[in-house]
């Protein structure tokens, strides 16, 4: 019997496409940003299926703030507050935006800088990168089939914490 169990823990590591962190887990800090992966997500009272449905997401990219673990569940906020807890599948470590309020999007990462588009209150955005000692980031908004592309203000829209930097 120790043989057989020796065997097994020895082979979880050398198992193709499986990392010793995929295995076994890797924490991650909390709280930290993901987003919504699908079109549907369900929101939950608790951690688990047995848990009543409290909202459904109908927004993919949608931005959440992680803020506890169990499991393989996720208690996550949004931005107006809203706190419930989602299957850790059901999120993506892609950066996204949701903007707070209506706000100018300018060319350069400085408000003195051309604007070259206008943000409706809601409007999810990909976050390109936030550059270290900037109060800007680059976002990358849809639109008509294409993309708009340009600076932020942090304080502007919810998705990252005002010293973070993303490359």
């Known amino acids: 019997m120790n043989k057989f169990f020796i065997f097994?823990?020895?082979?979880?590591?050398?198992?193709?496409?499986?990392?010793?962190?995929e295995v076994f887990g890797?924490?991650?800090?909390l709280p930290r940003f993901a987003a919504i992966r699908y079109n549907e997500v369900n929101l939950r009272t608790g951690p688990g299926h047995r848990f009543p449905i409290n909202w459904v997401y109908v927004?993919?990219?949608?931005?959440?703030?992680?803020?506890?673990?169990?499991?393989?569940?996720r208690q996550i906020r949004e931005a107006d507050g809203t706190i419930g807890w989602?299957?850790?599948?059901?999120?993506?470590?892609q950066r996204y935006a949701v903007t707070l309020q209506e706000d100018t999007l300018f060319r350069k990462p400085q408000e003195t800088s051309d604007p070259?588009?206008?943000a409706q209150k809601g409007t999810i955005a990909h976050i390109e990168k936030c550059p270290s000692q900037s109060d800007f980031c680059l976002l990358k908004f849809p639109y008509r089939e294409k993309?708009?592309?340009?600076?932020?203000?942090?304080?502007?829209?919810?998705?990252?914490?005002?010293?973070e930097v993303i490359d």
């Open 26 to 29: 890797n924490p991650s800090s």
């Open 116 to 118: 070259i588009a206008i």
């Open 59 to 73: 927004e993919k990219h949608y931005p959440v703030e992680i803020i506890d673990e169990y499991e393989l569940w």
């Open 8 to 21: 097994l823990s020895a082979s979880l590591f050398f198992i193709g496409g499986f990392s010793s962190n």
């Open 86 to 93: 989602v299957h850790k599948n059901m999120l993506t470590n």
């Open 147 to 163: 993309y708009v592309t340009g600076w932020m203000k942090k304080a502007s829209f919810f998705g990252v914490y005002p010293q």
